[in-house]
T-cell receptor
Framework: DTAVSQTPKYLVTQMGNDKSIKCEQN?????MYWYKQDSKKFLKIMFS???????INETVPNRFSPKSPDKAHLNLHINSLELGDSAVYFC?????????????FGPGTRLTVT | GNSVTQMEGPVTLSEEAFLTINCTYT??????LFWYVQYPGEGLQLLLK?????DKGSNKGFEATYRKETTSFHLEKGSVQVSDSAVYFC????????????FGTGTSLTVIP
């Protein structure tokens, strides 16, 4: 009964490739997020969706495109991968509409671009 | 604007030592405050939270009090264990809608036997 799941857990690919990371939550939450964590553990929000609608889009290169087919899924597609994209990407969800701001995180996807 | 400042790590303590990790924040309005913990190779987990001034969040022996006058939310534990070794993140959500989360830079804690 995993709450927030991500696939794949590890992703190794070459520069210039296009890749996707999938995220699913079974908590019934309305809001989902993508975060990037660099090698120094610094965590930065990238996107937030509420009921399939984009509500936060930080200054992220447009090579990154989130897609939310339904409120339980938020996928991240990355075009033309660069070395600097290597990081751990975390998906999270939150029952924002109930006034509870707690975020529930997935286990992360470690992306390595060579 | 909104931001969170945490004490720099890494922090290394002996088992049963007292832990304090400082966190101060800048926010407009009345934010909710959180501590998250990240164990090696895992995602972040909520450790504790406080949603209004003078609230004390507590969990697993950890405590933090929401101090509006000093804009602080310091994490404390009286006696750390080896299993507490992890990275700790202070965070705030500045608005009622909870649209945005701001994380501190994280503080790595290592507890040695």
């Amino acid at each position: 009964d995993t709450a927030v799941s991500q696939t794949p857990k590890y992703l190794v690919t070459q520069m210039g490739n296009d890749k996707s990371i999938k995220c699913e939550q079974n908590l019934g939450h309305d809001t989902m997020y993508w975060y990037k964590q660099d090698s120094k553990k610094f965590l930065k929000i990238m996107f937030s969706y509420n009921n399939k609608e984009l509500i936060i889009n930080e200054t992220v290169p447009n090579r990154f495109s989130p897609k939310s087919p339904d409120k339980a899924h938020l996928n991240l597609h990355i075009n033309s991968l660069e070395l600097g994209d290597s990081a751990v990407y975390f998906c999270a969800s939150s029952p924002r509409n109930r006034g509870d701001h707690e975020q529930y995180f997935g286990p992360g996807t470690r992306l390595t671009v060579t | 604007g909104n931001s969170v400042t945490q004490m720099e790590g890494p922090v290394t303590l002996s088992e049963e030592a007292f832990l304090t990790i400082n966190c101060t924040y800048t926010a407009t309005g009345y934010p909710s405050l959180f501590w998250y913990v990240q164990y090696p190779g895992e995602g972040l987990q909520l450790l504790l939270k406080a949603t209004k001034a003078d609230d004390k969040g507590s969990n697993k022996g950890f405590e933090a009090t929401y101090r509006k006058e000093t804009t602080s939310f310091h994490l404390e534990k009286g006696s750390v264990q080896v299993s507490d070794s992890a990275v700790y993140f202070c965070a705030l959500s500045p608005d009622v809608a909870g649209n945005q989360f701001y994380f501190g830079t994280g503080t790595s804690l290592t507890v040695i036997p």
